[in-house]
């Protein structure tokens, strides 16, 4: 029953937006995580050393992560190659179709915009999660100083403002996907489809503009 309802068209859409939604909450609590370096380096290096310290638990959950972030980029790609094959005649116009569509610059990114997210996802964890160890010691507990490491990258250009770069691609991604995922679990309907495509854009504006204030205030010296 699984295997039919993945490779039926609604069957991938559902699967699609059940990992999109469960990926967007991670990247929200991800963003409050990183707001803590705000409070200080400290705070910021006992909440790693707090997750780092879960064990096999953060193990099961990045595993997690690792199987909803393949399926959601191979369902996307395979949704986007499908709908080109059907596709036989491209339209020279291609403004926004409005409700219930939705056709923006939002959705017919949404292949582009993933592809970029997902390169860069490699290169974050090479950079942070698999970069240079430092080692520190808070309230007699020694631990990773990864506020030391998110600091010397930020401190280069091209991790300050490339690192905005991409998350302004995810609150793109983000504006269509929410409203996308939600229409695809039969969540919507057409009184409610505008109000959750709002949220959906507040929602990609505020968790973009939770990222970007880190890495600015280090590199503007601010923090």
Do not use: C
């Amino acid at each position: 029953m699984f295997k039919k309802l993945y490779q039926s068209p609604v069957g991938k859409k559902i699967a699609t937006g059940i990992t999109g939604l469960g990926l967007s909450g991670f990247v929200l609590m991800h963003m409050a995580g990183n707001l803590q370096y705000l409070v200080g380096p400290d705070k910021y290096n006992e909440y790693s050393h707090f997750l780092i310290s879960l064990g096999p638990i953060l193990w099961l959950v990045e595993l997690g992560l690792l199987v909803f972030v393949i399926f959601h980029m191979t369902l996307g790609i395979n949704i986007w190659l499908g709908k080109r094959k059907a596709r036989r005649v491209h339209y020279a116009v291609t403004a926004s179709a409005g409700s219930p569509s939705k056709k923006t610059v939002s959705s017919r990114s949404m292949i582009y915009t993933g592809i970029i997210i997902g390169v860069f996802l490699v290169i974050h964890l090479l950079s942070f999660k698999y970069g240079t160890y430092y080692e520190t010691m808070v309230n007699g507990v020694v631990m990773r100083d990864l506020a030391r490491l998110m600091h010397e990258k930020f401190q280069n250009p091209m991790y300050a403002f490339g690192y905005p770069a991409v998350v302004l691609l995810l609150a793109l991604h983000l504006r269509h996907g929410i409203w996308s995922a939600f229409q695809s679990l039969g969540a919507t309907r057409p009184s409610i489809s505008p109000f959750i495509y709002v949220i959906g854009g507040l929602t990609g504006l505020g968790i973009a503009i939770g990222f970007l204030i880190v890495p600015l205030a280090i590199y503007f010296g601010i923090v």
